[in-house]
């Protein structure tokens, strides 16, 4: 079961669908299903197997309780948890082999309030598997102060959902060449290349700040390191369902 969590845009549920493709086109033996979590999207790319929508609709908690888009969106995830039991059935009755789970627009509401990691502990009864799939979206990470805001970002949702693996992603690499993308992979695997790449002014904030980022992902077990992926391209995913698997791999219980 992997959560794809990011910044709203950065391409989660364009790769939710194509990553459940790409797996059962290439593994007919492997079932997957999608599980759309995010209960304001209005059109999807791809047909979720299970859709919360299905039981929360934006507009008629707006009606319900009055209230205006980016409140009900709010609500509209803390009630969520009314309906894990639905979910846990529907999640049941295909008995796949992979969930993958599609999170909302704004990974805030997933991952800053209660609702994601409760949603994340009590869908992975039993001994389901979960990993964590952050999404850095290469419009903001080109410089070395959007790359860190964004990996602060990584290093608190990776707290968030502290006792579940997290893989990393470089998402849309499509929209840059092969130096950018060798020099953002670089950056997250050796923090002082990324202070090298900084104005002399902000170079000591950044190694402070780089050096307190690693040490979050070093205890809670991850690390930073970026696979860089494009649902356009087709590229990465197999990098990125081979991480998937060695998560799931490592731990010889039933996963999804
Ligand atoms: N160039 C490019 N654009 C992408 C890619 N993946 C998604 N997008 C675009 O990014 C926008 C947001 O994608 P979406 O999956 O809805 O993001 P979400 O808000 O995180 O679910 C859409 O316009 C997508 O077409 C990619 O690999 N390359
Ligand atoms: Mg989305």
Request: aromatic share 10%; glycine share 6%.
């Given at each position: ?24 086109n290439r ?67 295909y008995n ?70 997290q893989i ?89």
């Open positions: 079961m992997n959560y794809f969590i990011g910044t709203a845009g950065s391409g989660k549920s364009t790769l939710t669908g194509e990553i459940k493709d790409y797996v059962e593994n007919p033996e492997i079932s997957a299903i999608t599980l759309n979590l995010d209960p304001g999207v209005r059109v999807l790319l791809y047909q979720p197997d299970i859709d919360i929508r299905d039981y929360i609709v934006l507009e008629e908690v707006m009606d319900q309780y009055s209230l205006g888009p980016n409140g009900a969106m709010i609500l509209a995830s803390d009630l969520m948890v009314n309906y894990l039991d639905d979910l846990k059935d529907e999640i049941d009755e796949p082999d992979w969930i993958f789970v599609d999170t909302a627009g704004q990974l805030e509401l997933f991952a800053f309030r209660e609702t994601g990691p409760l949603i994340a502990s009590t869908l992975g009864f039993g001994s389901i598997q979960r990993a964590v799939t952050f999404l850095f979206d290469s419009n903001f990470v080109l410089r070395p102060n959007g790359f860190i805001s964004t990996l602060l970002l990584a290093a608190s949702v990776q707290f968030r959902f502290k006792n579940i693996s990393n992603v470089l998402s849309k690499v499509d929209l840059l060449d092969e130096d950018q993308i060798d020099m953002i992979v670089n950056w997250s695997q050796d923090f002082r290349a990324l202070e090298d790449s900084t104005n002399e002014r902000e170079k000591g904030l950044i190694r402070e700040l780089s050096m307190l980022i690693s040490e979050v992902f070093i205890q809670l077990g991850s690390t930073s390191e970026l696979i860089p992926c494009s649902t356009k391209e087709e590229k990465g995913l197999e990098l990125l369902f081979g991480y998937l698997q060695r998560i799931f791999d490592s731990d010889n219980s039933k996963f999804y």
